[in-house]
């Protein structure tokens, strides 16, 4: 199983960003994807997720980034995204995908809830 995620970059504070988290190996819309992020000296942080299709696939994220960013899936193309609109500084992270292997019952929030992670890519907001 490979996430790819992809998307980062430098934006202004303001300006949209949207990350893609792409799967080989696994169906995306038969799990739970999550999207977290970590800062430098800082753990590393739920941002949002989506449940499996056959569960609602209803995504649900941090009070933070409510209303600015939006997980969609693209089940044609095996990927996930990460619209993010309303870029703050300190969005500015390293953000990750993982994939749950399992369904769980919890809000899954912790990265231990996931089972693959993709590299990572950095997001940069410029104040």
């Known amino acids: 199983v490979q996430l790819q995620a992809s998307g980062g970059g430098s934006v202004q504070a303001g300006g949209s960003l949207r990350l893609s988290c792409a799967a080989s190996?696994?169906?995306?819309?038969?799990?739970?994807v999550g999207w977290f992020r970590q800062a430098p000296g800082k753990e590393r942080e739920f941002v949002g997720n989506?449940?499996?299709?056959?569960?609602?696939?209803?995504?649900n994220y941090i009070d933070s980034v409510k209303g600015r960013f939006t997980i969609s899936r693209d089940n044609a193309k095996n990927t996930v995204y990460l619209q993010m609109n309303s870029l703050k500084f300190e969005d500015t992270a390293v953000y990750y995908c993982g994939l749950a292997e399992r369904h769980l019952a919890g809000p899954m929030i912790r990265d231990y809830d996931y089972d693959y992670w993709g590299q990572g890519t950095q997001v940069t907001v410029s104040s």
């Open positions: 989506i449940r499996r299709s056959a569960y609602g696939g209803r995504p």
């Open positions: 190996g696994r169906t995306l819309s038969r799990h739970a």
